[in-house]
């Protein structure tokens, strides 16, 4: 079992950075084996990948979102991080972390997620 917990500020003003956490728990001993993604839902909206970082470190970003995003991970903490820079209102949403658990071409499975966090874009 792996469980998954997202952390970090609540509230950002427009313009500033997004930083959250993501810390992971349980059996660990396999997590830099696995792909693991960050995405977001808009209230009243669906859910949108914004990237994915994979055992090599190398990412993967939303198109929409490469611009202002970035992903890294500190496996010697179990932890991976998102970067959001020059945030806006649209922005507001409530953000996850995932691991992915299977893909078939460009579309994937996700196995694990964490609670989801509030991040809410206001001056």
């Known amino acids: 079992q792996v469980q998954l917990q997202e952390s970090g500020p609540g509230l950002v003003k427009p313009s500033q950075m997004l930083s959250l956490t993501c810390t992971i728990s349980?059996?660990?001993?396999?997590?830099?084996?696995?792909?693991w993604s960050w995405i977001r839902q808009p209230s009243g909206k669906g859910l949108e990948w914004m990237g994915s970082?994979?055992?090599?470190?190398?990412?993967y970003y939303n198109p929409s979102l490469k611009s202002r995003t970035s992903i890294s991970r500190d496996t010697s903490k179990n932890q991976f991080s998102l970067q959001l820079s020059s945030v806006t209102p649209d922005d507001t949403a409530v953000y996850y972390c995932?691991?992915?658990?299977?893909?078939?071409?460009?579309?994937?499975?996700?196995?694990?997620w964490g609670q989801g966090t509030q991040v809410t874009v206001s001056s």
């Open positions: 349980g059996d660990t001993s396999t997590s830099m084996h696995y792909r």
């Open positions: 970082i994979l055992p090599d470190d190398n990412t």
């Open positions: 995932a691991r992915v658990g299977y893909c078939s071409g460009s579309m994937c499975s996700y196995d694990y």
